[in-house]
């Protein structure tokens, strides 16, 4: 199974393998461009071209598999934690969930499609468990399965996209100086217009919130300076070949103003929660490892940043390029917690 991670602007494949201890190995990866308007707020606006993408994405990475997972933006899925009581059958639970979902859906349940899972045992009602339920409308379902049908896929996980950059995360927290115990691990996964900020404690979301700021900034910047057409930017980030005064004149500024950007994110998580610090933050995404980022967040939080990759204390296929590997990691959280879905289902 793959996991294929959608955004605005690509796509992104990831194909893991585990051994007999449990651990894992980076098989394949790959990123597919795409251009802008083909995906608009998570809704594929240009099937055709999409389905295009991913088919090239798919045979440029030499893939095999027959299976897929894919995953609906944080946006278009209303999740809820509710507490039934332990020691329900399957249907009963299935019974329970619908009722319970009626309070908090705002559409006819035949309208949507709905999915749970028994987190574990309640920590305020003995006997009772706490169960995760999460709907979304069925046509943004439809959308992703015909999109996998339509590459010759099968979709066998439709996840939520929070749920599974949560999942690889998991493991990089574990990586933490204590094991990330007891650690507040404010995540950021930088996209083209829009930023996903999770804060985690104990392996819990305490904190979600999209933030208005991401790389497409330095597009339009690179557009103002040079002349550049919005392709032309883009085209130029990923293959290098700036102009000589680029650091100093665009991407220093534009690297502070992120910074600043990260820094009243924070405030406002702690301005409306009960917490008031964060032990470390991770970031993730394209503009992640932009140089100087982290160091400019460090100094403007004064807490540690650094920057991920989703496949360390992985083994490394002969199929993958390394050092394009390792310098496109940020922008595979997701994915890599897709395909590790493969191993918990």
């Known amino acids: 199974m793959i996991g294929l991670d959608i955004s605005s602007s690509s796509i992104k494949l990831v194909e893991l393998a585990q051994d007999r ?18 995906i608009s707020e998570g809704n594929i606006e240009n099937f055709d071209e999409v389905v295009g993408a991913a088919r090239r994405l798919i045979k440029k990475s030499g893939s095999r598999a027959k299976t897929v997972a894919m995953a609906l933006p944080t946006s278009v899925v209303i999740s809820k934690m509710i507490i039934l009581p332990g020691g329900l059958s399957e249907r009963e639970m299935e019974v329970q969930v ?3 979902a009626n309070q908090y859906i705002p559409f006819s349940l035949d309208e949507v499609s709905l999915d749970f899972c028994v987190v574990g ?14 709907a979304s409308r069925k046509e943004k379902v439809e959308d992703r399965q015909g999109l996998a049908e339509a590459v010759g896929l099968t979709p066998v996980v439709i996840d939520v996209e929070s749920y599974a950059s949560r999942l690889a995360v998991s493991r990089l927290i574990e990586r933490l100086p204590g094991g990330g115990a007891d650690a507040v691990v404010a995540l950021f996964e930088i996209g083209a217009q829009t930023s996903a900020m999770q804060v ?13 700021f991401g790389g497409a900034q330095l597009t339009r910047m690179l557009v103002r300076h040079y002349g550049f057409t919005a392709e032309e930017a883009e085209t130029t980030k990923r293959a290098g070949g700036l102009p000589d005064d680029y650091a100093a004149v ?17 405030k406002f998580f702690f301005a409306s929660t009960p917490h008031n610090r964060v032990d470390h933050v991770l970031l993730a995404g394209g503009s992640a490892s932009l140089p100087g980022l982290a160091e400019a967040i460090t100094q403007h939080t004064s807490y540690p940043c650094q920057v991920v990759n989703p496949f360390g204390g992985m083994e490394i296929g002969r199929s993958v390029q390394e ?7 940020p922008s595979y959280l997701t994915a890599c917690g897709l395909a590790m879905r493969r191993f918990l289902r």
């Open 323 to 329: 050092k394009k590997m390792r310098r496109e990691a």
């Open 121 to 134: 045992p309640s920590t305020t009602s003995a006997g009772d468990v706490e169960v995760m339920i999460a």
């Open 250 to 266: 665009v991407l220093q500024p534009f690297v502070e103003s992120l910074a600043q950007d990260v820094e009243r994110a924070l």
């Open 200 to 212: 985690l404690r104990h392996d819990e979301q305490v904190y979600e919130r999209d933030q208005v």
């Open 21 to 38: 201890g449990g651990n894992l190995m980076l098989e394949r990866c790959g990123i597919e461009p795409m251009e802008r308007g083909w």
């Open 98 to 100: 619908e009722s319970e």
